[in-house]
């Protein structure tokens, strides 16, 4: 059946979240700030990479950046830790082949998001104390970018975050769907490349940026109220990609219709979440993404 494999491995990724959060919070949580801090240095490559090249109106600053993000997902992915925006994609479909409930969706969710935040917010407090963006270029970069995000418009910061998770979770399952690491890596990078040249908006690639914002010297233009303007309308469209423009889309395509394991089935893996079959903690990366 078309997908088939790809979508049972994503199932057995929603069933693994959904009980390391409900079994595990904290680690659940630090596992997530894990991913905030990941994505928030490739924030910070590209914005230093960036700012010379910005300053010297160099026209294009934006390949050049998107080129160097796919450290942000690649670590994300081959480290281990939990990024919202593949969640959004990844536990609709647990929910629709019922290995998740829609309460262990909304908790992976939650929770995810609030320690993405965390460690976006760390990592940012730890370059500011660093004073690696301190100086010019660099400063004005940050807080010229993040003003401009931050005065966007609500339609337009939303389904800019319907482009850029729509890719971001592309590269999320062409994951799951490719035996090859080397695949995994390219692909990572093409559509990071192409959301960060397109100048899409990604929620968790913001908190670091409109953070090191807040943290830094700067105008009023830049915000606390500007940050939760960008950032909510951005979740939403991140949200709407991951679940409808490619995890509703691809289990459309493909549905699975076969009996699920009750929860009281699942295998506990000691010191870990608990597993529907022992098989699949040879599979255990899948609770990456």
Excluded at 56 to 72: E, S
Excluded at 239 to 268: D, H
């Amino acid at each position: 059946m078309m997908y088939a494999e790809t979508i049972e491995a994503i199932t057995n990724g929603a069933a693994a979240k959904a009980n390391f959060s409900r079994e595990r919070l904290g680690a659940y949580l630090v596992h997530s700030a894990l991913a905030g801090a990941y994505v928030g240095l490739g924030i910070v490559l590209i914005f230093t990479i960036g700012a010379p090249l910005f300053a010297a109106k160099v026209p294009f600053t934006p390949a050049l950046m998107g080129a160097a993000f796919g450290i942000a997902l690649s670590l994300v992915v081959f480290a281990g830790s939990d990024l919202f925006t593949g969640n959004a994609m990844v536990m609709p479909i647990g929910v629709l082949a019922r290995r998740a409930t829609w309460g262990d969706l909304g908790r992976v969710w939650a929770w995810s998001y609030a320690g993405n935040l965390a460690g976006s917010f760390l990592l940012a407090g730890l370059v500011v104390l660093g004073g690696t963006l301190a100086m010019d270029p660099g400063l004005s970069f940050v807080t010229t970018v993040a003003a401009r995000k931050m005065n966007l418009s609500f339609s337009e910061a939303f389904f800019r975050g319907i482009l850029c998770n729509w890719l971001v979770c592309l590269a999320v399952w062409i994951s799951f769907r490719s035996k090859s690491e080397t695949a995994k890596l390219a692909m990572i990078f093409w559509c990071l490349l192409a959301f960060i040249g397109s100048g899409y908006e990604h929620s968790v690639a913001n908190m670091t940026l409109l953070g090191l914002a807040v943290m830094l010297p700067h105008g009023p233009e830049v915000s606390l109220a500007g940050l939760a303007s960008n950032l909510i309308p951005v979740t939403l469209g991140n949200t709407a990609a991951g679940a409808l423009f490619v995890g509703l889309a691809y289990w459309y395509t493909s549905p699975v219709r076969k009996s699920v394991p009750s929860r009281e089935e699942a295998v506990p893996i000691p010191g870990g979440p608990a597993f529907t079959t022992a098989s699949e903690a040879a599979i255990a990366e899948v609770t990456i993404r």
